[in-house]
């Protein structure tokens, strides 16, 4: 297993790879390459998510504000809202709309 150093240089690596350059790879080295960039982008995702709740509510941004940041644009409100939601049940809370 790649350690978490070796996982984000593959995962950076592949951001630089034609689709191409993709299928001229081994099997084996396919396989190293899926891996580690699916851990680095499990690991952002759950940033994005902690991120979204913070400026949210440590900076009191307005959804379309953090619309504009997770998508560049304001009016994805429903994407700033569900990553929010997944930010709070990440972090062990239930999100207002899911409470009984």
Same mark, same amino acid.
Do not use: C
């Given at each position: 297993?790649?350690?978490?150093?070796?996982?984000?240089?593959?995962?950076?690596?592949?951001?630089?790879?034609?689709? &191409? =350059?993709?299928?001229?790879?081994?099997?084996?080295?396919?396989?190293?390459?899926?891996?580690?960039t /699916?851990?680095? %982008? *499990? $690991?952002?995702?759950?940033?994005?998510?902690?991120?979204?709740?913070?400026?949210?509510? &440590? =900076?009191?941004?307005?959804?379309?504000?953090v619309?504009?940041?997770?998508?560049?644009?304001?009016? /994805?409100?429903? %994407? *700033? $809202?569900?990553?929010?939601?997944?930010?709070?049940?990440?972090?062990?809370?239930?999100?207002?709309?899911?409470?009984?």
């Amino acid at each position: 297993m790649a350690t978490n150093e070796e996982q984000r240089a593959l995962a950076l690596r592949v951001l630089d790879l034609s689709d &191409e =350059d993709l299928e001229a790879m081994d099997g084996f080295e396919r396989a190293k390459v899926l891996r580690a960039t /699916a851990a680095v %982008t *499990a $690991r952002l995702t759950r940033q994005v998510r902690h991120l979204t709740v913070l400026v949210r509510e &440590e =900076d009191n941004m307005t959804w379309g504000t953090v619309s504009s940041l997770l998508t560049g644009g304001p009016h /994805a409100r429903s %994407t *700033a $809202r569900s990553t929010y939601n997944a930010g709070l049940r990440q972090g062990g809370r239930i999100p207002q709309e899911e409470e009984s």
